[in-house]
């Protein structure tokens, strides 16, 4: 977890592997340059479900995990937030699977192997997306000492 910032990440994944590839694309350098304050994983459906309703978090990534399917999963996100921030990371996605998960309100897919490129682009997506400003200009009104937009 970086040490300060205010935007919060929550990783959905059961899987040792693809939470080492999320901590070498996503260094600790990445993480502060960003202003990451919060950065989460959990690897069931149950306890990320749990842990969006307490902290809803800015973006959650969510890769398939074995105790629901993602449709489910995102699903769920939805109705517990309806401006979710959620993004899909895949092994290998279908055109099918990333339309339907799309018609949900899925943000984008991001596939294996992982690049600090590839999660900080969904980063300056979320900032575009909710405060209809850049990164840039999101860095330049914390940088002041406002840690609130």
């Known amino acids: 977890m970086a040490e300060k910032g205010f935007l919060s990440l929550l990783f959905v994944t059961g899987h040792e592997s693809t939470r080492k590839f999320i901590n070498e694309a996503l260094p600790r350098e ?5 202003n990451v304050g919060s950065f989460k994983f959990c690897g069931t459906c149950a306890g990320a479900l749990d842990e969006y309703s307490f902290n809803f978090p800015d973006i959650v990534f969510v890769e398939d995990v074995p105790d629901m399917k993602i449709s489910e999963l995102m699903t769920k996100f939805i109705q517990e937030d309806a401006g979710a921030f959620l993004v899909y ?5 279908t055109v099918a699977a ?13 596939t294996k192997p992982f690049s600090a490129s ?26 002041k000492g406002k840690r609130k937009l």
Do not use: H
């Open 98 to 110: 990333i339309n339907a998960l799309t018609k949900l309100g899925v943000k984008g897919v991001i």
């Open 89 to 93: 990371l895949a092994t290998n996605p």
């Open 30 to 34: 990445t993480l502060r340059e960003r």
């Open 118 to 143: 590839s999660f900080d682009r969904y980063i300056q997506y979320f900032f575009k997306d909710k405060y209809k400003k850049s990164w840039n200009e999101v860095q330049a009104f914390s940088d």
